[in-house]
């Protein structure tokens, strides 16, 4: 499976983006899947994941009421929806699929990984 990421870009701080993973290939619409972030200098941190189902949805403390993971799975396509941005949450925006069908926080179990999508919030 391929994972394309996209829909980065620069925003002021309190804007808006979506950002859109699509996958292709086969599907993976029993897969949990996930986003991930890395700022520059900075070590690879989880944001936020959803099972295969659309449930056991769970944000990092950090974007929690201000990003929203969702999917579609008749698209083969994920989303993140992210409001109220900041400067800290610059970072490169990479999807990912799990190998079970309930994505957790933790890299590990993620065995698909997108290229990741640029997203900038200036002050």
């Known amino acids: 499976v391929q994972l394309q990421a996209s829909g980065g870009g620069l925003v002021q701080t309190g804007g808006s983006l979506r950002l859109s993973c699509a996958a292709s290939?086969?599907?993976?619409?029993?897969?949990?899947m996930g986003w991930f972030r890395q700022a520059p200098g900075k070590e690879r941190e989880f944001v936020a994941a959803?099972?295969?189902?659309?449930?056991?949805?769970i944000y990092a403390d950090s974007v929690k009421g201000r990003f929203t993971i969702s999917r579609d799975r008749l698209k083969n396509t994920i989303y993140l929806q992210m409001n109220s941005l900041k400067a800290e949450d610059t970072a490169i925006y990479y999807c990912?699929?799990?190998?079970?069908?309930?994505?957790?926080?933790?890299?590990?179990?993620?065995?698909?990984w997108g290229q990741g999508t640029l997203v900038t919030v200036s002050s």
């Open positions: 990912a699929a799990s190998r079970y069908a309930v994505a957790g926080s933790q890299a590990g179990p993620y065995n698909k």
């Open positions: 290939g086969r599907t993976v619409s029993n897969n949990g």
């Open positions: 959803i099972a295969w189902n659309g449930g056991n949805i």
